[in-house]
């Protein structure tokens, strides 16, 4: 009796405690909510411009007196922006898929493979993190330049390949695999190409989906390696056209137009990706 007695008494301090809990939340849930308005602010207000009828006033020095699409078609409709875009996309496709292959591979070798030099290997591949691209920008473009790589898109992808912030981030998240599966897997006879393809693969798959997202939207958004390697629109990429259509005295509108529809694919794999990514941060907590 004591216990059924008791049982619905501290439901009832749980409840009640929980209005008062939330009450003590809400400086928090201002602050986040401030910060994410202020984030939110600069891609609103570049949506704004433009949608702005080109030579009226617009924000932030007022709002403007109607909203209009023809900025947009002007850019689609560009000479260069059609093709900057594929050739973003061809290198952002193509990196996120031999990065994923190749550092999935490489972080299952360090995390579930014993052999001489791994940790040296490992620690080594790692401090190359610590040196700045800025410092082997010039040798790795004579070196790319030598083998003719200069304006080619071989030349514009292999040097971003090796990716050791890829390989560490799988690395982790295999090392909490158990290794029971993998010992099952050599029981039964299984190759080193299966085991990888059959339980590291779809085990990953949350870490893959993250990865890649972050591996698209940084050489969706790379400039300083395409700005230097390529030397026409052939492999132009849209983040370098976009500062040629700059320089060539745009107007903001149309400038701000073509910003807005170059963030269309990182929203596009954001939302087609953001189950996955969901995934993989609730299984981080679980860990």
Known sequence: MTMTATRPAAVRDRQATRPRRHGRRW??????????????????????????????????????????LDNVVQVLRASGFAEWTLNSLIYSGVSVVIIL???????????KKRFPGRDTMLWTFLAT???????????????????????????????????????????QFILGLPDELFDAAKVDGASELRVYWTIVVPLTKPILATLGVFVFLWHWNDFL??????????????TVGLTVLKTEEMQWSLLMSSAAVSAVPCLVVFFLLQRYLVNSIAMTGLK
């Open 101 to 111: 292959l190749t550092a999935s591979m490489a972080g299952y070798a360090f995390a």
């Open 27 to 68: 400086p928090l849930y201002t602050l986040l909510a401030v910060m994410s308005l202020l984030t939110l602010g600069p891609f609103a207000a570049m949506i704004v411009v433009a949608l702005s009828p080109r030579g009226e006033p617009t924000v932030p020095a007022q709002w403007p007196g109607s909203l209009t």
């Open 129 to 171: 993190m610590m040196v700045p691209f800025q410092a082997t920008l010039i040798p790795l473009y004579v070196l790319v330049s030598d083998f003719d790589g200069a304006d080619t898109f071989w030349g514009l992808i292999v040097p971003t390949l090796a990716n050791s912030q890829a390989v560490f981030l799988m690395r």
């Open 225 to 238: 390696w395409p700005l230097v390697i390529s030397q026409s629109d052939a492999t132009r990429t849209l």
